[in-house]
């Protein structure tokens, strides 16, 4: 296995230059108007000449630090950094020191000579970059590296905005910038750096406050799966997919350590190299179907889904991490 969790910080052997957008979800990004190059912006992105601005632009009459755009929680926002030659928004020069609020669409010029366009206002996201150019973008609070069909690290944000690594060896905290490596090269991981939008809990879909019911047919072959809110009000039927026999076999080893009497603390916990023959399928298919399983359930709205499958600190077990489960014949 390549994966690793993190190790120390680095930059070194990644492009200075920010990447050019390539298979983006919602993320900020800022247009080179004169080449069409797509950056995008972390929350704090420094526009000028430097070598450590995360945009460097090789033009005399821009300033060292020139300008910066900056995420204040809600929207951009552009500030000139007492650059000599001026910051330009439309055809208004702003004062030294001076914030604008950018939105999407809106043009900027430094020095008179290099123009760009915010094509994209989106908050900031996680992002991770390889040293050849690649990057990928989280979406909806997951991303796994080194891509969908190999999820050999898999990064997700809690629901008090912390964001979290996790493989084969365990899980751990993401900080700051830091280096993963995944698919046999690193990734420098950038973490958005803001708190989550406020969300209405009342509103908010929780998977660990869903009744899991699932339907088999008697040949086993055919899956359903619905999730119930605790009132009843609400039922979310979750389409058809291969990896509901992995959620399926984690739920009846639940249901098999709560009728014999275990705490629940070891309720369903699975040996990782026991699933493919359990589920009779190729030693890979497990932790695809885990990111899948995720994945789907994510886009549905809960905000906790990367949280369904739980795994032992020594990543060697595994379950299913909810508690309420019902088993009936389709």
């Known amino acids: 296995m390549d994966a690793t969790l993190p190790t120390r910080p680095g930059r070194a052997g990644y492009p200075r230059m920010t990447p050019t957008c390539g298979s983006f979800g919602a993320v900020a990004v800022l247009e080179d108007m004169a080449t069409g190059a797509r950056h995008w912006l972390s929350p704090r992105h ?7 601005c995360q945009l460097r632009i090789r033009e005399p009459r821009v300033s060292g630090f020139h300008a910066e755009l900056l995420w204040d929680g809600r929207s951009w926002r552009l500030q000139d950094l007492g650059s000599r030659n001026g910051t330009t928004l439309g055809e208004r020069r702003l004062a030294v020191g001076e914030q604008v609020e950018l939105t999407r669409g809106a043009e900027l010029t430094l020095a008179g000579r290099v123009s760009f ?9 996680l992002i991770a ?11 909806d609070g997951l991303l796994v590296l080194p891509n969908e069909e190999s999820p050999e690290l898999t990064l997700y944000m809690e629901l008090d905005g912390r964001w979290v690594v996790e493989s084969s060896s365990g899980s751990a905290e993401l900080e ?19 708190l989550p939008e406020t969300r209405e809990i009342d509103n908010e879909r929780r998977i660990h ?16 799966l619905s999730l119930v809110s605790p009132e009843g009000s609400e039922s979310v039927r979750i389409e058809p997919r291969a990896h509901l026999a992995l959620l399926l076999v984690l739920a ?28 009779g399928v190729e ?10 399983a995720r994945k789907q359930l994510a886009k549905l709205g809960f905000r906790d889904a990367a949280t369904v499958i739980e795994r032992r600190a020594n990543g060697t077990q595994l379950r299913l991490s909810v508690r309420r489960i019902e088993i009936a014949d389709a």
């Open 117 to 125: 366009r915010l094509v994209d206002d989106s908050a900031p996201s």
């Open 46 to 52: 420094l526009l000028g000449r430097a070598p450590n």
């Open 176 to 194: 700051g910038e830091q280096t993963l490596f995944a698919g046999g090269k690193p990734w420098r991981v950038s973490l958005p750096n803001t």
């Open 283 to 292: 030693p890979h298919l497990p932790n695809l179907w885990i990111h899948r």
């Open 209 to 224: 406050a869903f009744s899991h019911r699932f339907f088999v047919s008697r040949d086993g072959e055919h899956i359903e």
């Open 252 to 279: 009846r080893v639940r249901l098999e350590d709560a009728e014999a009497g275990l705490p629940e603390s070891e309720h369903g916990w699975v040996h990782r190299e026991d699933l493919p023959r359990k589920l």
């Open 129 to 139: 970059t390889s040293p050849d150019g690649e990057t990928r973008t989280a979406e």
